[in-house]
Each structure stands twice: as structure tokens, then as C-alpha cells.
């Protein structure tokens, strides 16, 4: 089945500086790619998304890049601000799937004022 | 819409004990998702419906847990008898259109079997 390695676990930052989490996925026939943030106390929520038939997505200061051949994606965060401050996770499903998201182990942003 | 409702926020029981957990989707969502995070494995899909109906269960740990949906807006999730190692949040998420669109999660549950 799909297996999703996420890095690093945990990345600590200066206000305004970039931030970067990269994911790697097993499953060639994975298609979809969210990304959740998740605050403290709180549900995961999801901030953008990518699928297979695009290389790059940009919202705003976040930003997401996929490489079908090396299987891996990343989330870019530019000018972060002390309200980023959270976990994040990737996570990947398999085309057809309509219930299995598998979710990296997630990674904690500190971004220090 | 309120997004999704969890109940109780927190649960603390002794183990040998039956827990129910409950779950109000998103009114429209036709996927309901029960997930289980924890430190060591992250979060994990226990189970998911499509209109009321269980579709996968494969995630369910054991035959102590199961989780049912009679209506298209509840669901509850039952572990009975729960043990120290079901200690974990567990979060509930509803979609209009399953696994590759948006999942809105609850706040989730916070157990603590002692």
C-alpha cells in the first residue's frame, strides 16, 4: 500500500523567513496530494492541494510543487509570520480511492517573532 | 454550517469500560471518516461510510472497536472494553466527494483510558 515519509519533523524558522517540507510517496498511482495544518487543540485543516496533472499550485504566500518521477512534493511558505506556527501534513491517495488518505507524520513550524 | 460536531471534547475512563464517541457531519457531506492520531503512528483511518453505508473498516484495530451510522447526520464510534492503549484523539471528517476532495475535520475527542 501507499506509504508517505514526510521531513523534517519538526522546523523552527525567523519571522519572515521561508519555511520548506518535503514528502516522498510510494505509490506511482497516487494522484492526489493535500496539505493540512493542524493548531493546537484543533482538527487538521486543509490549506492547499495538488493533483497529478499539475507541477505547481500557489495560494497566496503558500505554495506546492509536485515531481511525479522522483515521487516526492513539497510546501513552500514564504514571508511566515508567527501565526503559521503549527503542525503540518502531507498526505496522498491513490487514483479510484475514495476513502483512503494517507497522511505523513507531520511537521512542527515554530516561527519565532 | 457549524462544521463538524465531535462529543465529548474529552474522555477519561478506566479500562475494561465502554466508550462511545459521536460524530455530526457536515449536512450534504456524503463520506463520513473516523480517524485515531496518536504520537507514535500518526494519523490513521479507522473506518469510513458513503451514504450511511461502511465502505472500508480495515483500519478498525480489533473487534473492540466498531462504529456505526444510522442517519446521514451521525455517527457514533464504540470501543468496548476499551484498554490504556486506546488512549489518542480521535477526529471525525465528512466530504461531499470522499478521499481526493476536501476533508473537514471535527475538533476531535481526546481519550484517556487509565
Known amino acids: 500500500g501507499e506509504n508517505v515519509e514526510q521531513h523534517p519533523s519538526t522546523l523552527s524558522v525567523q519571522e519572515g523567513d521561508s519555511a520548506v517540507i518535503k514528502c516522498t510517496y510510494s505509490d506511482s498511482a497516487s494522484n492526489y496530494f493535500p496539505w493540512y495544518k493542524q493548531e493546537l487543540g484543533k482538527g487538521p485543516q486543509l490549506i492547499i492541494d495538488?493533483?497529478?496533472?499539475?507541477g505547481e499550485k500557489k495560494d497566496q504566500r503558500i505554495a506546492v510543487t509536485l515531481n511525479k518521477t522522483a515521487k516526492h512534493f513539497s510546501l513552500h511558505i514564504t514571508e511566515t509570520q508567527p501565526e503559521d506556527s503549527a503542525v503540518y501534513f502531507c498526505a496522498a491517495s491513490i487514483t479510484g480511492s475514495q476513502g483512503n488518505l494517507i497522511f505523513g507524520k507531520g511537521t512542527k513550524l515554530s516561527v519565532k517573532p | 454550517d457549524a462544521g463538524v460536531i465531535q462529543s465529548p471534547r474529552h474522555e477519561v475512563t478506566e479500562m475494561g469500560q465502554e466508550v462511545t464517541l459521536r460524530c455530526k457531519p457536515i449536512?450534504?457531506?456524503?463520506?463520513l471518516f473516523w480517524y485515531r492520531q496518536t504520537m507514535m503512528r500518526g494519523l490513521e483511518l479507522l473506518i469510513y461510510?458513503?451514504?450511511?453505508?461502511?465502505?472500508?473498516d480495515s483500519g478498525m484495530p480489533e473487534d473492540r472497536f466498531s462504529a456505526k451510522m444510522p442517519n446521514a447526520s451521525f455517527s457514533t464510534l464504540k470501543i468496548q472494553p476499551s484498554e490504556p492503549r486506546d488512549s489518542a484523539v480521535y477526529f471525525c471528517?465528512?466530504?461531499?466527494?470522499?478521499?481526493?476532495?476536501?476533508?473537514?475535520f471535527g475538533p476531535g475527542t481526546r481519550l484517556l483510558v487509565l
Open positions: 449536512s450534504g457531506h456524503d463520506y
Open positions: 471528517a465528512s466530504s461531499l466527494m470522499g478521499a481526493q476532495e476536501t476533508q473537514y
Open positions: 495538488i493533483r497529478s496533472n499539475v
Open positions: 461510510f458513503n451514504n450511511n453505508v461502511p465502505i472500508d
